[in-house]
């Protein structure tokens, strides 16, 4: 019996190659089992539910970050994504998470919903050597945006990005009995951004109402300063 490595199983979003260090792909359907009258057993199984499935990615950041620049995506900029050549292509993304603390690399962590059935058969791919630098808390700059908080924060000992959206799938009705097999439209709704820094400046002035910050977070190679995010 042969086995499959982890290095040989590809994967892409929106046709870009990624590098991973776990991935999860997942898809449901509800099913359900009609009787007729003279039934004592059913074998028979009807879809009850549409397709809806996840891709779960996480990856460290070792440089321009593959996924981020889809948060702000609307409801007509679908993803798509592949992996071991089983692919969709009516995907949002609706959570994006950093996490880094110091002498740790930042791992990134991403799930995309999609409302489509999945295609292809199972692939593999020749395996690859890539190199790269892994980013720290140690190669981050942290810049107060102009017009907000003149609190300073220095010497960060850990920082949490969190990023949700809800998305909300719509179907054509049909009078066939079958649900459909993808959606037809998909709504973005509510999206939530959730920052948290912890520092060691303890003489921050803050009202009880909060205080607006305005955080610009790089990351830069001290290897290659032409390496950032």
Do not use: H, W
């Amino acid at each position: 019996m042969s086995f499959y490595q982890f290095k040989q199983i590809p994967i892409s979003i929106n046709n870009n190659r990624i590098i991973i260090s776990e991935a999860e792909l997942s898809q449901n359907i509800g099913l359900d089992s009609p009787y007729r009258l003279d039934d004592v057993i059913s074998d028979r199984y009807l879809p009850k539910s549409p397709y809806q499935g996840n891709l779960k990615v996480r990856y460290y950041l070792t440089g321009q970050d593959p996924v981020k620049q889809y948060i702000y995506s609307q409801e007509n900029q679908r993803l798509s994504g592949s992996l071991a050549n089983i692919s969709f292509g009516q995907g949002y993304l609706t959570n994006y998470s950093i996490n880094c603390s110091p002498n740790a690399p930042v791992e990134v962590s991403a799930n995309i919903e999609f409302f489509d059935k999945l295609l292809g058969t199972f692939a593999t791919a020749i395996p690859q050597n890539l190199t790269g630098t892994i980013l720290n808390l140690y190669n981050v700059s942290i810049n107060t945006l102009p017009t907000y908080t003149t609190n300073v924060l220095n010497n960060i000992s850990q920082i949490n990005f969190n990023y949700n959206c809800e998305v909300i799938p719509s179907y054509e009705a049909v009078d066939t009995g079958i649900p459909p097999t993808s959606a037809t439209r998909v709504s973005i709704g509510e999206r939530k951004i959730v920052t948290e820094i912890i520092s060691d400046n303890v003489n921050m002035d803050i009202p009880l109402s909060g205080e607006k910050f305005g955080i610009n977070l790089t990351f830069v190679s001290p290897y290659n300063t032409g390496l950032s995010e």
